[in-house]
């Protein structure tokens, strides 16, 4: 299995990655990808790479850090995309969902950066991994800015959440699907008027990767602790229950699509 986003380049894993990598691989996780949200975790993200060949990286400025970046960040992204075992540009995005710690971010600097790294993803030749929290519009209006320069396989959005009409217009551009541990969570979360469960069941389980976003998002019964990348295993047997089929088919085929978008 792939748990395809993931930080354990944040904080929360500087004492113990060691123990969270051996932890995963013991569970039968194959590949683990740490996605940046700025210059310095991307960075992190990049070093997990280099000293752990079943790691890979993703790097790139979120959403929120938009208004947080220095002059030349945009060449310190490009460059990092360079480096090996990098393999996407993310997560970036838009997210218009008020945080207690962050509130919203200017969202003419979020498109600024957003599209910035848009152009990075093509210019490298590599995909994106897109996070989008209340603000599917202007994310399907920004990419579609730039549909015709999309690669073949344009990338993933992480962490999925939203309406069926937004679903299919992800799955339109060529983009596959992450889905995490809140699809073991009961009810609507804020905000949000359709069941993940039944996202999962709208979207082909060949447009399905599998995630954790570990430190957050802990599937049940996890719940209310620290998540890491071990868990993504729950994951995937929560998508089987819900596609009535089994965690073997969802493994295999989840772990494909990741190699695919990934070139792993
Ligand atoms: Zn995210
Ligand atoms: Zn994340």
Not at 239 to 258: G, L, M, P, R, Y
């Amino acid at each position: 299995m792939v748990d395809a986003h993931c930080h354990l380049n944040f904080q929360a894993f500087a004492q113990d990655y060691d123990e969270a990598i051996k932890r995963a691989k013991e569970a039968g996780v194959e590949i683990i990808i740490n996605t940046g949200t700025s210059i310095e975790s991307s960075q992190k993200a990049v070093e997990l790479a280099q000293e752990y060949e079943n790691l890979y990286a993703i790097v790139g400025i979120h959403p929120h850090h938009a208004d947080k970046v220095s002059k030349g960040w945009d060449k310190e992204i490009n460059a990092l995309a360079k480096m090996p075992k990098v393999v996407g540009i993310g997560e970036v995005g838009m997210d218009y969902y008020s945080y207690k710690s962050n509130g919203i971010t200017d969202p003419k600097l979020q498109e600024e950066i957003f599209r910035k790294q848009i152009e990075i993803s093509i210019e490298n030749k590599i995909p994106l991994q897109i996070h989008g929290r209340h603000a599917g519009k202007d994310i399907i209006r920004i990419i579609s800015d730039y549909k015709n320069q999309l690669l073949d396989v344009p990338g993933m959005f992480h962490c999925f959440a939203g309406n069926m009409d937004y679903l299919e217009k992800v799955l339109d551009l060529g983009f596959y699907v992450g889905f995490d541990g809140n699809i073991t969570y009961k009810g609507l979360a804020p905000g949000e008027d359709t069941l993940l469960s039944e996202l999962v069941k709208k979207t082909p389980l060949e447009k399905i990767i599998t995630e954790t976003d570990s430190p957050y998002l802990p599937p049940v019964p996890h719940r209310g602790s620290r998540n890491e990348p071990a868990y993504v295993i729950i994951v995937g047997n929560s998508i089987a229950e819900i596609k009535n089929t089994s965690f073997d088919v969802v493994n295999q085929t989840s772990s494909d699509n990741a190699k695919r978008i990934f070139k792993l």
